[in-house]
């Protein structure tokens, strides 16, 4: 197991950050880790990097306890927080040089370790010139570099493609996919397009406490569905609400929205050419993620934690 997180709580002052919350991360996952701001979301990442203590509960990583075996923990894990802590003045290849010697890297396998990052994260251009040069896309490349430069079996990405513009998001997108075929990733994002795109799983974190826990298509699996149908000419609503399966129906005359648990789309069909109705358009849209993310979030946030 790559992450164990067992009833996990931290308080600060009165205020519960996290409460009680427990997941497990598997080897070769990428971790879709959501929540509105104040949900929790940093606050469970920074405790699985070492970086703050946990009130209670333990965390896991890669077998190693962040409290009693911090040294391990930080030996076996890479970590890129939302705001990206490089040093702007460093040339590229000094920085990469600078993070393998604070992980204990040396002569000739620093220089490989170096080189590598370089070419895999797509710096070989920029590599001798200093950070603060960089657009933030390569900003951002420099920290995934610098989070891998020991070669961590697990990966915490806290917002990594904030602010990236269209170009730089498919680029780091890609990136981190070949990053992940062999380690473990958790990505927090409020982008839910970067959670389709890249993530096999989902946690949703709401006022420090788990509301979903499942891969996306189990998540958006067996929610409403909403069918929207034209007719030629005003149907009787009295007749349409007829039909088994209908959760909710709105409008009236030849224009109708459908609320149902599955696609109706078959039925409703057969339904209509029985009644002689005919259908100029008919569109099933399904809920999306941030749908079901807004669903499961609609409460006032605490704060940013």
Not at 105 to 124: F, V, Y
Request: net charge positive; proline share 3%; charged share 25%.
């Amino acid at each position: 197991m790559s992450i164990q997180v067992n009833q996990l709580t931290k308080i600060y002052g009165k205020q519960k950050a996290v409460d009680n919350i427990s997941f497990k991360v598997q080897p070769g996952d990428i971790l879709g880790f959501l929540g509105p701001n104040g949900a929790g979301k940093s606050t469970t990442m920074k405790i699985a990097t070492g970086y703050i203590p946990p009130t209670a509960g333990e965390v896991k990583v890669a077998g190693f306890d962040v409290v009693k075996e911090a040294r391990a923990v930080r030996e076996n894990i890479g970590y890129l927080p939302e705001h990206n802590p490089l040093y702007l003045d460093m040339y590229v290849h000094e920085y990469l040089g600078f993070i393998a010697g604070l992980h204990g890297i040396k002569g000739s396998k620093k220089k490989q370790r170096i080189a590598e990052m370089i070419s895999l994260c797509g710096l070989t251009v920029e590599q001798n010139k200093q950070i603060g040069m960089l657009s933030k896309g390569y900003r951002q490349r420099v920290g995934l570099a610098q989070a891998l430069i020991h070669d961590p079996k697990v990966l915490i990405l806290d917002e990594p493609t904030t602010g990236l513009d269209p170009n730089q998001l498919a680029e780091i997108r890609k990136l981190i996919k070949e990053i992940s075929k062999d380690k473990t990733v958790i990505l927090s994002t409020h982008i839910m397009q970067e959670v389709k795109a890249l993530c096999n799983r989902v946690i949703i974190i709401n006022r420090g406490e788990i509301v979903a826990n499942d891969t996306v298509e189990r998540l958006t699996a067996g929610r409403s569905a909403l069918l929207k149908v034209e007719f030629q000419n005003e149907v009787s609503r009295k007749e349409l609400e007829s039909l088994p399966g209908i959760q909710e129906l709105k409008g009236n005359g030849a224009n109708y929205t459908i609320k149902a648990k599955k696609d109706l789309r078959e039925q409703f069909f057969k339904f209509a050419a029985e009644k002689g109705w005919v259908i100029l358009s008919m569109q099933l849209e399904e809920q999306n993620l941030e749908e079901i993310f807004h669903q499961l979030t609609n409460t006032q946030s605490v704060g940013n934690l």
